[in-house]
């Protein structure tokens, strides 16, 4: 199994561009998620699914989008990309809200 | 407010010193109370869940134990590789739904 995969690793973006961060799982999990990690700051739920077709906002959902038509894919869409949006991102899936969450190895944006 | 603070934010140890990471939190309805390790680069790394007060777990030189206000990861005759960052996560009733809480994490170095 592969887990939890991310692309892209990095990228650079412009103010106002956009660009769809990609995530996958292959442990056929139902709830998935999205974290963003700034630096001296806890993770922060930006948004997440609990199962194809079903998605709502967590903590910081402003900015950003999200779909999930299938139950391996989730991907995080930044429609005008802002200064404020660099950031580590990382998504996470798990089988149930109370079980572990497994973590991918995270896209880090940068926004200039 | 929800809250989780890990202290201390930083520790150095030198290799075989044992020591305790702390995780306190004040949240409503406590469902689990997770330990990650994070290192630079990556994602976080699942470690233990605690579901319960009085409940402890063990892997290898690591072992959490959980109290109604506060986690404690202890480390024991830790080597160079221990080294990374320890997060926190509470699981916890919010707004109508569940919610993980993260800290900030523990920077741990240890050092030959």
């Known amino acids: 199994n592969a887990g939890v995969t991310q692309t892209p690793k990095f990228r650079i973006l412009k103010i106002g561009q956009s660009m769809t961060l990609q995530c996958a799982q292959d442990?056929?999990?139902?709830?998935m998620y999205w974290y963003r990690q700034d630096p001296g700051m806890g993770l922060k739920l930006i948004y997440y699914?609990?199962?194809?077709?079903?998605?709502d906002k967590g903590e910081v959902p402003n900015g950003y989008n999200v779909s999930r038509s299938t139950t391996e894919d989730f991907p995080l869409r930044l429609e005008l990309a802002a200064p404020s949006q660099t950031s580590v991102y990382f998504c996470?899936?798990?089988?149930?809200?109370?079980?572990?969450?497994?973590f991918g190895p995270g896209t880090r944006l940068l926004v200039l | 407010e929800d809250q989780v603070t890990q202290s201390p934010e930083a520790l150095r140890l030198q290799e075989g010193e044992s020591s305790s990471l702390n995780c306190s939190y004040t949240?409503?309805?406590?469902?689990?109370l997770f330990w990650y390790r994070q290192d630079p680069g990556k994602g976080p790394e699942f470690l233990f869940t605690?579901?319960?007060a009085g409940e402890e777990k063990e892997k290898e030189r690591l072992k959490a134990t959980l109290t109604k206000k506060e986690s404690f990861l202890h480390i024991t005759a830790p080597k160079p590789e221990d080294s990374a960052t320890y997060l926190c996560?509470?699981?916890?009733?919010?707004?109508?739904?569940?919610?993980?809480?993260f800290g900030k994490g523990t920077k741990l170095s240890v050092i030959p």
């Open positions: 996470a899936s798990s089988y149930d809200y109370r079980e572990t969450q497994y």
């Open positions: 605690l579901y319960s």
């Open positions: 699914s609990v199962g194809a077709g079903i998605t």
């Open positions: 949240v409503s309805g406590l469902r689990g």
């Open positions: 996560a509470v699981l916890h009733s919010g707004a109508g739904s569940y919610q993980l809480t």
């Open positions: 442990m056929n999990h139902n709830y």
